[in-house]
């Protein structure tokens, strides 16, 4: 029954920091077994916390004060279901507290020995076993100082035993004996090379539950030897990884039972990004996938990510529940098919109702081209290090830089739909073919820098000099006139997602706008830009390709729709009228044609009366600008290397 499960479920944090989540879990178990079993007195609230700390709650952390919070976290909740007396004799009413060394340990959860899982499944060491936890479940409730340390000399020379009797069986590596050997759960200031649940917990089959909020750290922060471990041990390292995709694997392929489930709070990332296809594709193909709940930028005070939750379990699921819950008040939820985004090359989106699929699946059609099939799309220029390579108009002057090298420059924020704002800021423009002796007072200004341009890592990889641009891309498409220019950073919350303009100027720009080039000088930029900017379009873009960023790789999969002579070249006329109003003037009101743009884009596509009503009611075409300029993510000013998408252009 539910409490016999309960009772004996088997719970894993393998990133449990200072313990939240394993806490909440023990508290959510309480709350259901007190209301079934009826408990009300403390006594009996204490027994059952420490019973289940003992039987169900497992936490890990690289970080050895990590650990001893998690292990204080616990202390507390259980002292708080005693209450103090005044008999002095007896600790004042007071229970020792447990020893949660074995519950709580401080290891690489990412790392695995090498011999496996199961080593320690053999009859010539079951009774070794069976002494050793022993001796852990009575030093778990041991009292007395001299008790507990007769009880950790007795693990220690069991664990000896142990590893003695690994180091003689056939196959066996040696040095993953010493490591079990070596794993001391009694030094608090000692963290394990590896995580082995057999022999850290005695768990042999597996976890039922993973929870957690792994660290997001991209790999290429960790040392080389981590990585290149990672890279060789799971297969779904791809790129640009982060290390809460490792602990997704982990979780699915080695932590959990057959049945078992894992449910992590992520990044947002994970669902439509290039470096976790690997990810998805495990999680989706296998029907892994449970639930999706999109939570977006304002859980965590501490740090500004767009996250989301994803459940899983392995019992293979039939549906798939996606919950859009930035507000956790009015939360909306829709089921979908569990091979509903293979249709999307398994980008994983958060569609709110059964309404708004119908409308994606429209966009969608195999009648649609997609926008890579003719123009080119790339992010900006990536400079590395922006301070030193957009100089002021002041800097220009003063220090006398060379014209050659400058070059016109647009930032996210210089522009808004169908209107370029500002044309005044200057790039130097330098690349590995550059000549920089010829431009002595730009070698000068750049040289000051040199020691932090040289710490960028396509100067640590040889890629480029350590004068270069960090990601110059091609200046031949940089030059290309005319071009779309589509915002790349863009606030998730803002009502308005796609803001593109068009440069008749040959402007360059930075990593917070993505440029699309026609292909061909017979695709009509103004027929994709009156697309772009229309309610059909946004709506992709707050749901199926929803991000912080507007990214070149979904601007490169956004489906066009083709159109009869008539239309397309109504839908080009409407553009080029709004694009010279806004060019004499910004405040121009424009809203009837973009309304006539946003009814031909519906026909366009397909919608029913139905389906353009409800993205009338859900979107706007047309933006407050000063309104939202106030709130939209800017670019940082000094860019760090994992802060842009090296994979962006064409």
Not at 146 to 160: E, F, S
Not at 465 to 472: F, K, M
Request: neutral net charge; aromatic residues 10%; glycine residues 6%.
């Amino acid at each position: 029954d539910l409490v016999n499960k309960l009772t004996a479920i088997k719970i894993l944090d393998p990133a449990c920091g200072s313990g939240a989540f394993p806490m909440g879990a023990l508290l959510r178990i309480v709350e259901i077994l007190r209301t079934l079993k009826g408990l009300q007195d403390q006594e009996s609230i204490y027994d059952l916390k420490l019973n289940l700390i003992e039987q169900c709650i497992f936490g890990v952390d690289i970080q050895c004060i990590a650990v001893q919070i998690s292990k204080l976290r616990f202390f507390i909740s259980l002292v708080c279901e005693q209450e103090r007396t005044d008999d002095a004799t007896n600790n004042y009413g007071i229970n020792p507290l447990p020893n949660l060394e074995t519950k709580f340990v401080a290891a690489n959860s990412l790392v695995r020995l090498s011999s496996g899982h199961g080593i320690l499944q053999s009859a010539d060491i079951e009774d070794l076993k069976a002494r050793l936890w022993e001796v852990r479940h009575l030093h778990f409730r041991a009292r007395t100082y001299q008790g507990k340390k007769k009880l950790r000399t007795q693990d220690g020379v069991l664990r000896k035993q142990l590893a003695s009797k690994l180091e003689g069986w056939k196959g066996f590596d040696i040095d993953a004996a010493d490591s079990l050997a070596g794993w001391d759960p009694y030094n608090q200031n000692q963290s394990s090379s590896f995580f082995d649940a057999e022999w850290m917990f005695n768990i042999t089959s597996g976890f039922d539950v993973v929870i957690g909020n792994p660290p997001y750290i991209n790999v290429q922060l960790v040392s080389p030897e981590d990585k290149s471990y990672y890279s060789h041990n799971y297969s779904t390292f791809f790129k640009r990884y982060d290390l809460f995709g490792l602990f997704f694997e982990a979780g699915l392929t080695s932590y959990t039972t057959e049945s078992g489930s894992v449910t992590f709070i992520v990044p947002q990332q994970v669902a439509n990004n290039l470096s976790f296809k690997k990810l998805r594709d495990m999680m989706l193909n296998k029907r892994w996938l449970r639930e999706v709940l999109y939570l977006g930028d304002r859980v965590f005070t501490a740090a500004n990510n767009d996250v989301c939750v994803l459940h899983l379990t392995k019992t293979g699921n039939q549906t798939i529940r996606l919950t859009y819950a930035l507000d956790f008040n009015q939360m909306q939820s829709v089921e979908v098919p569990s091979n509903h985004f293979f249709e999307y090359g398994n980008v994983i989106s958060f569609s709110s109702d059964n309404l708004g699929e119908s409308i994606v699946a429209k966009i969608f059609s195999k009648m649609n081209w997609r926008i890579k099939e003719r123009f080119s799309v790339f992010q900006g220029i990536v400079t590395g290090n922006n301070p030193v390579f957009l100089p002021s108009a002041e800097d220009i002057l003063h220090e006398g830089l060379e014209k050659g090298l400058l070059q016109p420059v647009l930032l996210g924020r210089d522009f808004e739909r169908w209107a370029i704002r500002n044309t005044v800021r200057q790039i130097i423009y330098v690349d590995r073919s550059t000549k920089i002796s010829f431009y002595p007072n730009i070698y000068k200004r750049l040289e000051r820098y040199k020691s932090a341009l040289e710490r960028r890592r396509e100067c640590r990889n040889n890629t480029i000099p350590w004068y270069s641009l960090q990601w110059p891309r091609n200046r031949s498409e940089l030059d290309r006139i005319p071009k779309i220019v589509v915002q790349a950073t863009r606030n998730q919350r803002l009502s308005t997602r796609v803001v593109a303009a068009l440069d008749l100027q040959g402007l360059y720009g930075t990593q917070g706008l993505n440029f699309i080039v026609p292909r061909k000088p017979g695709y009509s930029t103004h027929y994709l830009l009156a697309i772009l900017n229309s309610k059909v379009i946004n709506y992709l873009f707050a749901t199926k390709f929803l991000n912080v960023a507007i990214k070149a790789e979904y601007l490169k999969e956004t489906p066009i729709p083709g159109a009869k002579p008539s239309d397309q070249n109504r839908l080009e006329e409407l553009a080029k009228t709004i694009l010279d109003l806004k060019k004499n003037n910004l405040k121009a009101d424009v809203s009837d044609m973009t309304s006539e743009i946003d009814a031909l884009v519906y026909k366009l596509y397909g919608l029913t009366a139905e389906e353009i009503d409800f993205l009338e009611r859900t979107g706007s075409s047309e933006p407050n600008i000063e309104a939202e300029a106030d709130t939209e993510v800017e670019e940082d000013a000094a860019v760090s290397d994992s802060g842009a998408d090296e994979d962006a252009f064409n």
